[in-house]
């Protein structure tokens, strides 16, 4: 079936990066962008952008511009989200998904989270 | 960006019971609308895109309609396995994607 598996939880410092891994299997990846959202403590979905195709053609909300950069590695069905300079308020999980365009965009299946925590 | 907005924040509902969940856009997106359900310490699941269309292995019970600005998700026959959080998300004029700030559906 398609799936998409994320990385572990990560603990960072302010200012630090983290690089967040989507593999994913069960269907063409070089096929379908991957799009990244992440969600605070008990709060809701926030997009942070997506990568469209194997060219690497990315697009990234506003908020993140910057500071994130979405890559993806063909040879190994892997989506890969680096988050620079981190901040308390970075704190979150991270979401990748399938992106399947069409008639309407939409995210469909969404990887387990990861689990990010930046603290002093 | 186009914001979307959802009513209501929470709502309480018994088994059996049916539900509707709206979500207004800031301006028209057409039909292109999605809706997402949400677990507690899950990863969301796509329930209908397109406004209307269900998702393979989504149960009938769930419907969506809409066009314009104005979107509800039903739920026919609520079933314990519904109580979850509800998401609308646009993708009429992406980037940026916007998605609503959710609906919680707890069970009376």
């Known amino acids: 079936q398609v799936q998409l598996v994320q990385s572990g939880a990560e603990v960072k410092k302010p200012g630090a990066s983290v690089k967040v891994s989507c593999k994913g299997s069960?269907?063409?990846?070089?096929?379908?962008?991957i799009t990244w959202v992440r969600q605070a403590p008990g709060q809701g979905l926030e997009w942070m952008g997506w990568i469209t195709d194997n060219n690497g053609n990315t697009k990234y909300a506003e908020k993140f511009q910057g500071r994130v950069t979405m890559t993806t590695d063909t040879s190994t069905s892997t989506a890969y989200m680096e988050l620079r300079s981190l901040r308390p308020d970075d704190t979150a999980v991270y979401f990748c998904?399938?992106?399947?365009?069409?008639?309407?965009?939409?995210?469909?299946?969404w990887g387990q989270g990861t689990l990010v925590s930046v603290s002093s | 960006d186009i914001q979307m907005t959802q009513s209501p924040s929470s709502l309480s509902a018994s088994v059996g019971d049916r539900v509707t969940i709206t979500c207004r856009a800031s301006?028209?997106?057409?039909?292109?609308l999605n809706w997402y359900q949400q677990k507690p310490g899950k990863a969301p699941n796509l329930l209908i895109y397109?406004?209307?269309t269900l998702e393979s292995g989504v149960p009938s019970r769930f419907s969506g309609s809409g066009s314009g600005t104005d979107f509800t998700l039903t739920i026919s026959n609520v079933q314990p396995e519904d109580f979850a959080t509800y998401y609308c998300?646009?993708?009429?004029?992406?980037?940026?994607?916007?998605f609503g700030q959710g609906t919680r559906l707890e069970i009376k």
């Open positions: 397109a406004t209307s």
């Open positions: 301006q028209t997106i057409y039909t292109y």
């Open positions: 998300q646009q993708s009429y004029s992406s980037p940026p994607v916007t």
């Open positions: 069960g269907y063409s990846f070089m096929r379908f962008g």
């Open positions: 998904a399938r992106l399947v365009t069409g008639i309407s965009a939409r995210f469909d299946p």
